[in-house]
């Protein structure tokens, strides 16, 4: 079961004037109420996991194995068993103020406990050379791979109300009965390089929505480093659109974009959660619009230099 409900309220008021040659004056104000509702039933098949955990512990076996604390390898229950535990970090963040001592403590108690470090306890060196593991970023790993079916209605309804006597309060409508088929695949080449796809078809159902919705997505990510990665995305996007104006003397018309995106990302990890990006980017955007058998076009082809800074809480 899927739903979603967002509304929001944004109003605009403007004067203008003329000097006393014109004597022109204007004040006026619209405002426009916005909600949506939908709501959607469906199945599936396959899993998406999230494996961010799985390399966070690889970094901390490789920074144990450069220290040199080992006295045996790890076996493969051993190292699910730290996953594991890395696994529960939320848990730890929400119950612990500063959680890291926590987290990093209980997995060293574990590796002590099963007799895999050569001595009961680490220098203070080697134990902040491991600690500076959950300060670094891993992103998102998404792997495995599903399919998921499933039926949507969506509601969208836009009040608008102005100071315009001729015309001082509209409703604008867009009703979507749709079926939806998803498919997700992600698969991790190696321990630095990372690939995900998703495609959704959004086919309308009992609506004057004439063509089947398209997002389909495909991400190639590579870790250089501990603090730089990189990843290239190809998108592409169309979306349709139909809406109506009551009271209905206004026309009815649809709505139909098609937007191939590609974008390249370079991130460097600074410190403390914080991290630098550029963003190269090129779209070409085409919209084609309806109303009472007219039909116009346009199409607007975009490069994009971005530059930000990240955060992250947890």
Do not use: C
Request: overall charge neutral.
């Amino acid at each position: 079961l899927f739903s979603d409900i967002n509304s929001y309220t944004f109003y605009d008021h403007y004067k203008s004037s003329i000097d006393s040659l014109g004597r022109h004056h204007s004040d006026d104000y619209s405002k426009t109420r916005y909600g949506q509702f939908s709501l959607g039933v469906g199945i599936g098949i396959g899993k998406m996991r999230e494996a961010s955990p799985v390399f966070f512990v690889i970094r901390i076996i490789e920074r144990l194995k450069d220290l040199q604390v080992f006295q045996r390898d790890l076996t493969k229950e051993e190292i699910l068993d730290i996953v594991e535990i890395f696994a529960r970090k939320m848990e730890y963040s929400v119950n612990y103020e500063r959680f890291g001592k926590y987290f990093f403590g209980e997995l060293l108690e574990m590796l002590v406990s099963k007799g895999v470090l050569k001595n009961t306890a680490l220098t203070p060196y080697q134990t902040l050379y491991i600690f500076e593991v959950q300060q670094e970023q891993v992103h998102l790993r998404l792997f495995g791979w599903s399919v998921q079916v499933g039926g949507y209605i969506t509601r969208n309804q836009r009040e608008e109300l102005s100071s315009d006597t001729s015309n001082p309060k509209r409703f604008l409508k867009q009703d979507v009965n749709s079926l939806q088929l998803k498919a997700q695949f992600g698969y991790p080449f190696s321990n630095n390089t990372h690939f995900f796809s998703s495609l959704i078809f959004d086919i309308p159902v009992s609506s004057k929505q004439k063509r089947v919705d398209v997002n389909a997505t495909v991400q190639l990510s590579y870790e250089l480093s501990e603090r730089i990665s990189t990843d290239l995305r190809m998108s592409y996007i169309r979306d349709n659109s139909f809406s109506y104006y009551t009271p209905s003397t206004y026309p009815e018309w649809f709505n139909y974009r098609t937007i191939t995106l590609a974008s390249w990302n370079f991130n460097f990890y600074i410190e403390n959660n914080m991290s630098f990006y550029t963003r190269f980017q090129y779209s070409d955007s085409r919209n084609e619009q309806e109303i009472n058998a007219s039909t116009t076009m346009s199409q607007w082809l975009t490069p994009q230099i971005s530059f930000g800074l990240n955060y992250r809480f947890f």
